[in-house]
């Protein structure tokens, strides 16, 4: 049985103010991040043309450091895909193991053309340099990571992106990344999920906003990950569950957890 906690390490203005988390997990003996994050607000300015507020290595040794966490203690690092929003800051954590799908690093040294402006090659320089097998963890497909700690591939938005699901007490969280970004990608009918509901939809999943996979595709890791699962928790949305098991939705509920909308 694992506890979650959700770290608010950054914010990307795309259109809007969106959040960027990593989540520390924490159970049988082991100290587990998903995802790293992003680089500084300066350099996402820089070189991805839109502001960015916290981010690179200070704020997530902050954010670990508030819930007395240093990152030498961390044992597993669950990269769910290479974007630069999730998997900045590896060099942070030389002890650990990094764990990422092949096919993930197969496209994120060379990605579909549409993708480039996502990936980093500080990422893949940093990725590359780990050699040894405790380092770095390449695996294939889903994945048993411990008791109660899955990595389930599901591609879609990149093609070697991966779910994490985790064993709590109350039940398997879904830690969904940009698999599904948003609650409304979830529930796309719902007017709790989204200010946009969509009727027609009520029967299905919106694939997420940016994806390398046929929609039928995103859609079906999509259903996989939540037919797996008892919540989902969505990378970019506000309005996440920030301890897990304690706070515990599978729809938002109104006005939870909502800083900076
Ligand atoms: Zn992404």
Request: net charge negative; hydrophobic share 40%; proline share 9%.
């Amino acid at each position: 049985m694992y506890r979650i906690t959700s770290l608010h390490v950054g914010t990307v203005v795309v259109e809007h103010a969106e959040p960027v988390f990593v989540w520390y997990v924490e159970g049988q003996g082991r100290k587990v991040l998903v995802d790293l994050g992003m680089p500084d607000g300066r350099m996402v300015q820089a070189r991805w043309g839109v502001p960015g507020e916290g981010g690179g290595p200070d704020a997530l040794t902050v954010a670990l450091a508030g819930i007395g966490v240093s990152p030498a203690d961390i044992d597993t690092v669950l990269l769910t895909h290479l974007h630069f929003d999730h998997a900045w800051n590896i060099d942070l954590f030389p002890r650990a193991q990094v764990v990422v799908q092949r096919e993930e690093i197969i496209h994120a040294i060379k990605p579909d053309p549409l993708q480039r402006g996502y990936f980093g090659r500080e990422v893949n320089a940093q990725l590359i340099s780990r050699r040894q097998p405790d380092e770095l963890l390449i695996v294939e497909g889903d994945w048993q990571a411990a008791p109660g700690l899955a990595l389930l591939l599901c591609p879609g938005h990149t093609p070697g992106i991966q779910g994490v699901l985790v064993e709590t007490a109350r039940g398997v969280v879904a830690l969904a990344s940009d698999v599904g970004e948003m609650y409304g990608n979830w529930f796309p009918a719902d007017p709790r999920a989204t200010d946009q509901p969509r009727r027609a939809l009520r029967d299905t999943l919106l694939p997420p906003g940016i994806h390398s996979e046929a929609p039928r595709v995103c859609v079906a890791s999509m259903a996989r990950l939540k037919e797996r699962s008892s919540i989902v928790v969505p990378a970019h949305d506000w309005r996440i569950p920030r301890r897990m098991p304690e706070e515990w939705w599978e729809l938002p509920p109104e006005g939870a957890g909502t800083p900076g909308r």
